[in-house]
């Protein structure tokens, strides 16, 4: 299976002048999107709660979180954001990929937009 990535803006819902841009690896895998946490400190995000993830290995790990603004594709949309390590590359996880109606096509890696954001 191939790699993608999209240019993803975050914005302070708060304070919607600032904002971050990264390219994001897709992660249909990944219930959350993961942000370098120095990147979030910087617009103004701080941690709202802590939530439990498992990660690849099995193994758990308790990391902060908040909610942003995120847009892509010509689509925003409100995500939870995990602070990540400051050296984490960035990932955008299948909630704000399903909320705007865009999934990964599987034979190409490419992102695809469908036709309705599925409701059921």
Known sequence: MGVTHVTVTVRNPAEPQKTWEGLFLV???????????N???????VPRSQRVYE????????????????????????STIIFGPDDAEPILGVTALESVGIEVDPRSQRLKRLPAVRLK
């Not at 990147?39 to 995000?45: C, P, Q």
């Not at 290995?57 to 995120?70: F, L, Q, V, Y």
């Open 27 to 37: 992660d249909t895998g990944a219930v959350d999107c993961l942000v370098p946490g």
């Open 39 to 45: 990147r979030l400190r910087e617009i103004g995000l």
């Open 55 to 78: 990660l690849a290995d099995g193994s758990e790990i308790k990391m902060d979180i908040t909610t942003a603004e995120i847009e892509f594709m010509g689509e925003l949309v409100g």
